[in-house]
């Protein structure tokens, strides 16, 4: 089951409401998978030092927001960051999705990017949480991004329109935290019955 939506639209509240629902639920996160691969000793920061420089790397450690400024602004520089992590971060998700079947679980995967970089062909079906920009934004203040930046981020991302017409699920996630967790928890029993009525 995959599970995308833009920046601050409230996918990582969902899936944590979605799992505690339902246990036998493991979540792959491509988010988290990127965190680890670009942490001290991670196996992505050797090339991303030898293609943007050491500057980036201080005492070991990514300069994260000098990474997203430098590739927010130049699109050379962001395709180049792109090449490095997906497929390192693809073949990560792939093992951790094949480890969970093993071990008799269904896998929630939540991907940002999920049609932009094509995870969508490992989804049965896929949820879309969506939010009203303006609320988007403000989240993202409260993260300390400012209006500006937050702006480019959504604007960078696909359209919500794009990514319903390809999703089997929207959630709107522009009312009260409550009441996406009483979605999300609706929305997982639904599909552990469907799952359960097939086998």
Same mark, same amino acid.
């Given at each position: 089951?995959g599970l995308t939506g833009?920046?601050?639209?409230?996918?990582?509240?969902?899936?944590?409401?979605?799992?505690?629902?339902?246990?036998?639920?493991?979540?792959?996160?491509?988010?988290?998978?990127?965190?680890?691969?670009?942490?001290?000793?991670?196996?992505?920061?050797p090339a991303i030092a030898?293609?943007?420089?050491?500057?980036?790397?201080?005492?070991?450690?990514?300069?994260?927001?000098?990474?997203?400024?430098?590739?927010?602004?130049?699109?050379?520089?962001?395709?180049? $960051?792109?090449?490095?992590?997906?497929?390192?971060?693809? @073949? &990560?998700?792939?093992? *951790?999705? !094949?480890? /969970?079947?093993?071990?008799?679980?269904?896998?929630?995967?939540?991907?940002?990017?999920?049609?932009?970089?094509?995870?969508?062909?490992?989804?049965?079906?896929?949820?879309?949480?969506?939010?009203?920009?303006?609320?988007?934004?403000?989240? $993202?203040?409260?993260?300390?991004?400012?209006?500006?930046? @937050? &702006?480019?981020?959504? *604007?960078? !991302?696909? /359209?919500?329109?794009?990514?319903?017409?390809?999703?089997?699920?929207?959630?709107?996630?522009?009312?009260?935290?409550?009441?996406?967790?009483?979605?999300?928890?609706?929305?997982?029993?639904?599909?552990?019955?469907?799952?359960?009525?097939?086998?």
């Amino acid at each position: 089951m995959g599970l995308t939506g833009g920046i601050g639209s409230g996918k990582s509240t969902f899936a944590k409401a979605f799992l505690a629902a339902q246990p036998n639920w493991t979540l792959v996160d491509a988010d988290q998978i990127s965190r680890a691969l670009t942490a001290p000793g991670g196996e992505a920061l050797p090339a991303i030092a030898q293609t943007f420089g050491e500057i980036l790397i201080i005492d070991g450690q990514l300069d994260r927001a000098a990474l997203a400024q430098a590739i927010f602004t130049n699109p050379e520089q962001k395709n180049a $960051l792109e090449n490095i992590l997906h497929p390192l971060i693809r @073949a &990560q998700t792939e093992q *951790q999705i !094949q480890q /969970a079947h093993q071990r008799g679980q269904h896998v929630l995967l939540d991907v940002p990017l999920m049609f932009e970089t094509g995870y969508d062909d490992l989804c049965t079906q896929i949820i879309t949480i969506t939010a009203p920009i303006d609320t988007r934004i403000k989240r $993202l203040q409260e993260r300390g991004i400012t209006p500006s930046d @937050a &702006q480019k981020r959504i *604007q960078a !991302q696909l /359209a919500d329109e794009a990514k319903l017409a390809r999703s089997h699920w929207q959630v709107n996630n522009g009312g009260k935290i409550e009441s996406l967790e009483n979605n999300a928890s609706y929305l997982s029993k639904l599909l552990a019955h469907a799952t359960s009525d097939k086998k």
